[in-house]
Every structure is written in structure tokens, then in C-alpha cells.
């Protein structure tokens, strides 16, 4: 898997649920080593989300996970759980179990050792200013911030 697959299946599931996606990724641009960048500021998220129906704006990070970005107990936690997991997540199925199975804490702490510093501060100000959300990781917490914006929008409308 790498970063690119995570992110077209997050933004396809966006779409699916009502979310209107702009991806404002800093993929590879042709030319010398100074202009081989996009011209985005450093640290903006990949994706800019808006849920119209729900009244939800969000950033998205995507970040993946390889083998290598694993601690030996991370390691040793997935080939306990699952044998076939050996040496790398070799199809999507595996992958997205092998994360499901690490569980939330463990899987956001890999995620942020892959963070820039200028991606922790852009983190930093959408939680302290409370306008938009932030989501760091893959597809589980695509599905997980969905839900918990769904959930907070039936609860209003429910009067609870």
C-alpha cells in the first residue's frame, strides 16, 4: 500500500457519504530539486473535506503504515493475532486488519512519528481554534470521525 492508494480509497469514501473532497496533496512535480514541490504552505493537510448535510468541515492527513514503521511489539502483536502477517501487509485486506488490530492509540503514535513538524502545527491550530476537525491516519479513522459526526448530528436533531 502506499500513501496515494490510502488516500484516493479515504476520499472515495468521503464522496460516498456525502462529503465534497478537495485534495490539495503535495505530490511530485516534475523538474530541478528546487521546483519539484507543489506550491501548498508545508504542513496543510492532504485533504480538505466539507459535509453540507451535517455541518461538518475537516482536514485529513493520510499517512500509511509500512512493516518497517512498526515497533517489534507492534510486530509481534500482529503475528500473534494473525499468522499470515510476516514480514509486510501484502494486499489491502491484510493491511487494513493489521491496523484494525494494532487499535487507535497505538496506530495514531506510528502515525505522528511520521508527521513533519509543520503538519503537528497545522494539527495544533485546527484543534485550538475548534473550526475544523483534523483526522491523521487511513481509512478506520475516515470511518471513525464519519461516524462520530453522524452521531453527533442525529443526537442534535433528536433533541438529546
Same mark, same amino acid.
Given at each position: 500500500?502506499?500513501?496515494?492508494?490510502?488516500?484516493?480509497?479515504?476520499? =472515495?469514501?468521503?464522496?460516498?457519504?456525502?462529503?465534497?473532497?478537495?485534495?490539495?496533496?503535495?505530490?511530485?512535480?516534475?523538474?530541478?530539486?528546487?521546483?519539484?514541490?507543489?506550491?501548498?504552505? !508545508?504542513?496543510?493537510?492532504?485533504?480538505?473535506?466539507?459535509? !453540507?448535510?451535517?455541518? /461538518?468541515?475537516?482536514?485529513? &492527513?493520510?499517512?500509511?503504515?509500512?512493516?518497517?514503521? @512498526?515497533?517489534?511489539?507492534?510486530?509481534?502483536?500482529?503475528? &500473534?493475532?494473525?499468522?499470515?502477517?510476516?514480514? &509486510?501487509?501484502?494486499?489491502?485486506?491484510?493491511?487494513?486488519?493489521?491496523?484494525? @488490530?494494532?487499535?487507535?492509540?497505538?496506530? $495514531?503514535?506510528?502515525?505522528?512519528?511520521?508527521?513533519?513538524?509543520?503538519?503537528?502545527?497545522? &494539527?495544533?491550530?485546527?484543534?485550538?481554534?475548534?473550526?475544523? =476537525?483534523?483526522?491523521?491516519?487511513?481509512?478506520?479513522? /475516515?470511518?471513525?470521525?464519519?461516524? =462520530?459526526? $453522524?452521531?453527533?448530528?442525529?443526537?442534535?436533531?433528536?433533541?438529546?
Amino acid at each position: 500500500m502506499t500513501e496515494d492508494d490510502v488516500q484516493r480509497v479515504v476520499a =472515495s469514501f468521503y464522496a460516498k457519504v456525502g462529503g465534497r473532497v478537495y485534495d490539495l496533496s503535495q505530490g511530485y512535480r516534475p523538474g530541478p530539486k528546487r521546483h519539484a514541490t507543489t506550491r501548498q504552505t !508545508p504542513g496543510l493537510g492532504d485533504l480538505w473535506v466539507f459535509f !453540507p448535510l451535517l455541518g /461538518a468541515i475537516m482536514w485529513h &492527513e493520510t499517512k500509511v503504515l509500512h512493516w518497517s514503521d @512498526l515497533s517489534k511489539s507492534d510486530r509481534d502483536l500482529l503475528r &500473534e493475532q494473525d499468522p499470515r502477517m510476516k514480514r &509486510e501487509f501484502f494486499d489491502t485486506i491484510l493491511y487494513q486488519r493489521g491496523l484494525d @488490530l494494532l487499535g487507535d492509540d497505538r496506530r $495514531r503514535f506510528r502515525y505522528e512519528d511520521k508527521q513533519s513538524p509543520e503538519q503537528k502545527g497545522f &494539527e495544533y491550530l485546527c484543534h485550538a481554534t475548534g473550526k475544523a =476537525s483534523y483526522v491523521l491516519g487511513g481509512m478506520t479513522e /475516515a470511518r471513525v470521525y464519519f461516524e =462520530s459526526i $453522524r452521531r453527533q448530528v442525529r443526537h442534535v436533531n433528536e433533541g438529546v
